[in-house]
C-alpha cells in the first residue's frame, strides 16, 4: 500500500470511530453533545491520532485495539483548539473553515464543550485500558497521554504563550513554549503508540528524538503558513499572529530560513528511525508530509 492510500484508510477509520463516540441525546442539555461533534467531527488533519496508529505499528500490524487511545488524542487535540480560539486567547473566527465554537455556540456552551471533549477523551482511554491485554502499558500510555494534556505540557504552554514578550525574549523561549503547547501532544502521540505496541527503551529513546525534532518542525511550518496560506487552504484565519501581536519563529528568523529549519529537523528526525528498518516507511513520509503543507 502507498503512503496516500495507507493515511486515507486511517483517516476514514479514525472517522468511523469518534462518530459514533458522541451520541446526541434528547435530554435538557442536548445542546452540549451537538456542540462538542460540531468541532470533532469537522475534519482536520487527524495528525496526533494518525501518529499514534503509525507508532503503534512499527510494533503491531493491526491498530485496530488501540483506536480508542488514537481517537482520544484527536478529542483533547480538538477541546485545545475550542479554547484557543475563545476572545480571551487567541480570538479567532473561524476553525477548519467554519465558525469557531463558540461563534456558533456562545461563549458559555463553547467552553463547556471544550470540557466535555477533555473528559470524554479521558472516559474512553480509561474505557480502553480496562479492555487492553496489557493493561499496565495501556495505564501508562494514558498517564503519558495525561500529563502531555496538562500543566507541564499544553496547558503550560498556552500560558507561556499568552505571557507573549514578558516570557519570550529569545528563540530558546520560544522553541521551549512550542515544546509543551505543540509539541508535547504530538509527542505522546507518538510514545504513547510506541508503549501500547510494547517498545523497549532505546526504540522509546530514539522515537523521542523524532517526536521533539517533528513537533518543532511542525509549528515552524504553521508560523510560515500564518503568513504565506490563506483562510480557504488553511481553514482559520491567516495573519492573527501579527495582528496579535504574538512571538512566532518569523520573529527572530526570515521565511527562508525558518522552512529550511524545519525540512532539517525533519531529515534528522527522519534519520534517527533507521533502526525500525522497512516498519518506519509510512511514519517517515508522514513527517516529511508535514514541512510540505500548501503555502
Not at 529513546?205 to 490563506?230: H, N, P
Not at 501579527?242 to 528526525?269: C, G, H, M, P, R
Amino acid at each position: 500500500m502507498n503512503f496516500n492510500s495507507w493515511l486515507k484508510n486511517k483517516i476514514n477509520n479514525i472517522e468511523d470511530f469518534i462518530r459514533n463516540i458522541i451520541g446526541e441525546e434528547n435530554n435538557p442539555q442536548g445542546v452540549i453533545y451537538e456542540a462538542m461533534n460540531y468541532s470533532l467531527l469537522s475534519g482536520g488533519k487527524r495528525l496526533r491520532p494518525v501518529l499514534l496508529l503509525a507508532s503503534y505499528e512499527l510494533f503491531k500490524d493491526n491498530s485496530t485495539d488501540v483506536m480508542p487511545f488514537a481517537c482520544s488524542m484527536e478529542m483533547i487535540h480538538t477541546y485545545s483548539l475550542i479554547h484557543d480560539d475563545l476572545p480571551a486567547m487567541d480570538n479567532d473566527d473561524y476553525r477548519r473553515g467554519k465558525l469557531s465554537n463558540h461563534k456558533k455556540y456562545g461563549e458559555a456552551i463553547a467552553i463547556l464543550a471544550g470540557d466535555g471533549l477533555l473528559n470524554k477523551a479521558f472516559e474512553t482511554g480509561i474505557k480502553a485500558c480496562l479492555s487492553y491485554d496489557d493493561k499496565s502499558r495501556g495505564l501508562e500510555a494514558l498517564n503519558i497521554i495525561a500529563k502531555a494534556s496538562g500543566v507541564d505540557g499544553m496547558i503550560g504552554g498556552q500560558v507561556v504563550d499568552m505571557s507573549g514578550h514578558e516570557k519570550i525574549k529569545t528563540l530558546e523561549n520560544l522553541k521551549y513554549m512550542y515544546s509543551l503547547k505543540t509539541g508535547a501532544i504530538i509527542k505522546s502521540s507518538i510514545i504513547a503508540g510506541a508503549i501500547l505496541g510494547g517498545a523497549d527503551e532505546a526504540q522509546l529513546e530514539s522515537l523521542e528524538i523524532f517526536a521533539d525534532k517533528i513537533g518543532l518542525a511542525f509549528q515552524i511550518e504553521d508560523d510560515i503558513l500564518d503568513v504565506t496560506s490563506t483562510l480557504e487552504k488553511l481553514g482559520k484565519k491567516t495573519g492573527s499572529d501579527i495582528a496579535n501581536d504574538k512571538i512566532t519563529y518569523l520573529s527572530f528568523v526570515s521565511i527562508e530560513e525558518a522552512q529550511s529549519q524545519a525540512e532539517q529537523l525533519t531529515k534528522e528526525a527522519t534519520g534517527v528511525l533507521s533502526i525500525f528498518g522497512d516498519k518506519a516507511k509510512y511514519l517517515i513520509e508522514l513527517a516529511e508530509s508535514l514541512t510540505k503543507r500548501d503555502h
